[in-house]
């Protein structure tokens, strides 16, 4: 949904494809017109100024209709290490409850990484995106070189089965000693289940993300 249809409806504007988080999921920025694409729980809304049109999500291809006006964007798959269309006429099967926690993930994950991007230790900082060939949000924060790192959230993976934070360094050969824990890529990973229970989340989402810039800024 991500890809095929919310995405091309920003890069047809204006040739971007990155994505944001939403009130309820995430969706385009405002583009051209006062126009914007996004995706509420199990609902998809295309607004126009203070129009907005919605429907449940039922097809890709009605998704498509509603988003872009015609069928899925399927061309724009090429370059890209993203999941196949399948049958864009096939019924989807969309969880609400699944869609809201996907949704109160990404919100989660936008405070934090927000906070981290307007810290004076991240600088320069990059722009938070929802990247949808890969479906996780992240920011590149830090100097160029060893503590230029790329710091973000993923819903879960074939390689993590669940929510997790995650640090990316520019230079793996920067990421040495105990702070990194990650097995399919070098760098480190805070999965949700490891601070669901903490009291207070924001905190300990940050203390990783700042232990992690810290090592690598030293």
Do not use: C
Request: glycine share 12%.
């Amino acid at each position: 949904m991500a890809f095929y249809a919310v995405s091309p409806a920003r890069r047809r504007a204006n040739g971007k494809i990155g994505l944001r988080f939403t009130m309820g999921g995430f969706g385009t920025p405002f583009y051209g017109n006062d126009e914007q694409v996004r995706i509420e729980g199990d609902r998809i809304v295309r607004q126009f100024g203070r129009e907005a049109r919605g429907e449940s999500l039922t097809t890709l291809a009605a998704a498509a209709a509603l988003a872009i006006g015609g069928p899925p964007d399927l061309a724009g798959a090429e370059g890209f290490d993203v999941p196949s269309a399948g049958d864009p006429d096939a019924p989807l099967d969309v969880d609400p409850a699944a869609a809201r926690l996907l949704g109160d993930w990404y919100g989660f994950a936008w405070s934090v990484l927000e906070e981290m991007r307007a810290e004076p230790a991240s600088a320069p900082a990059g722009r938070t995106q929802l990247w949808p060939e890969h479906f996780d949000a992240a920011v590149d924060l830090g100097r160029d070189g060893p503590a230029r790192a790329t710091y973000g959230a993923s819903p879960g993976d074939s390689a993590v089965d669940e929510p997790y934070l995650y640090v990316l360094p520019s230079q793996p050969a920067a990421a040495g000693g105990g702070l990194w824990n990650a097995t399919a890529f070098t760098g480190a990973i805070l999965r949700l289940g490891e601070f669901l229970d903490a009291a207070d989340q924001r905190a300990a989402a940050l203390a990783f993300l700042r232990a992690r810039r810290d090592a690598l800024a030293a």
